[in-house]
Structure formats: structure tokens, C-alpha cells
């Protein structure tokens, strides 16, 4: 198992090859979602004319919510270079992994808007049938629960993520130790 780093053999270029084939996928995928985002707005205001003050915010924070995690495909993709090029331990790696945690901190403050917006926006509604006007709020249960559980989720890979950084800083820290070892 002795040599030097550029021997090692667990490279796996057919894992990247298709790793990145999977990035640009779901960067397809994104832009998709985001003109389903719009249109989808359009049509659920379309239908209930009640919500219609939340439907830029709502939007908005789907627009970018997606946004972030295609800017987050964007650094997976050059960490997933370096390993080909295996210049992971030049401490290039940790620039790339400061971005995705940046991206995640971001989604996590827009999960955030949108679960305090969910509970404690209202708006009002004329039901015209009964002539009387409604407070409606302007998100669900569901929808709260749905972000409480997607902020955790998100709290815990930046911490997973932070792990990770500090032990590749540890590496590149003893990188020449490492390089006797392999």
C-alpha cells in the first residue's frame, strides 16, 4: 500500500463521470422546477383568489430555494474534479466546501422565511355567497411541518458539512505526514 498519492487507485473515474452526469440532470431538473414553480403559483392563485397575497412570497422563496441548490451543484461539481485530478488535499477543496455550506445556510434561511411567513401571515377573504370576510391564513399545518422538519434536515448537514471541512483541514494540515503513510 506504500507510494506516493499519485498510485492510489480507489479513484473511481466512473463514479465521477457519472456523478457529473447526474449534476448537469438535475441542473435540467432546477430549471424545470422553477418555471413549474411559477406557473404553479399562477394557477393556485387562478383557483384560490384568497391567497393571492402570498403568492409572490411564496414563489419568491421557491425561485430562490431552488437557486441555491444549483448554485450548490455548481462547487459538488469542481470538488468532484479535484478528486479526478487528486488535488483534493491542496486546500482548494475547502473554498468549494465553504460554498455548499453557504448554499445550505441560505436554503435554511429561506425554509425559515417561509415557515414564519406560513404562521403568522393572514389575509382576508370575501365569500361573496355568504357576504361575510374571512381571515385566511396563509399556510398550513402541513407546510409548517414540512419546513420544521426540512430546517432540521438542513441544521444537520451544515454540521455534517462542517465536520467534514475540519477533518479535510486536518489532512491538509498533515498532508506531508499523510503522504508517508500512503
Known amino acids: 500500500m506504500g507510494g506516493d498519492v499519485r498510485t492510489w487507485r480507489e479513484f473511481h473515474p466512473k463514479a465521477i ?6 449534476i448537469v440532470l438535475f441542473e435540467l431538473i432546477c430549471l424545470w422546477g422553477q418555471v413549474a414553480v411559477y406557473v404553479a403559483a399562477g394557477d393556485f392563485v387562478s383557483s384560490y383568489p384568497e391567497f393571492a397575497t402570498a403568492r409572490w412570497p411564496y414563489t419568491m422563496a421557491g ?3 431552488i437557486a441555491c441548490f444549483e448554485v450548490a451543484l455548481v ?4 470538488l468532484l474534479t479535484l478528486v479526478k485530478r487528486r488535488d483534493v488535499f491542496s486546500g482548494k477543496a475547502i473554498f468549494w466546501d465553504n ?3 453557504g448554499c445550505a445556510g441560505a436554503e435554511g434561511a429561506l425554509v425559515l422565511f417561509v415557515l414564519l411567513y406560513g404562521s403568522f401571515a393572514h389575509g382576508t377573504y370575501l365569500d361573496a355567497y355568504r357576504g361575510v370576510t374571512l381571515d385566511v ?3 398550513a399545518f402541513a ?5 420544521a422538519v426540512a430546517l432540521l434536515l438542513i441544521v444537520a448537514f451544515v454540521l455534517l458539512m462542517l465536520v467534514m471541512r475540519s477533518l479535510l483541514a486536518a489532512a491538509i494540515a498533515q ?4 503522504e508517508a503513510v500512503i
Open 143 to 147: 407546510l409548517s411541518l414540512a419546513c
Open 137 to 139: 391564513a396563509m399556510g
Open 175 to 178: 498532508r506531508d505526514e499523510l
Open 63 to 65: 425561485l430562490l430555494g
Open 99 to 101: 460554498v455548499i455550506i
Open 75 to 78: 462547487p459538488l461539481w469542481n
Open 17 to 22: 463521470a457519472a456523478l457529473k452526469v447526474l
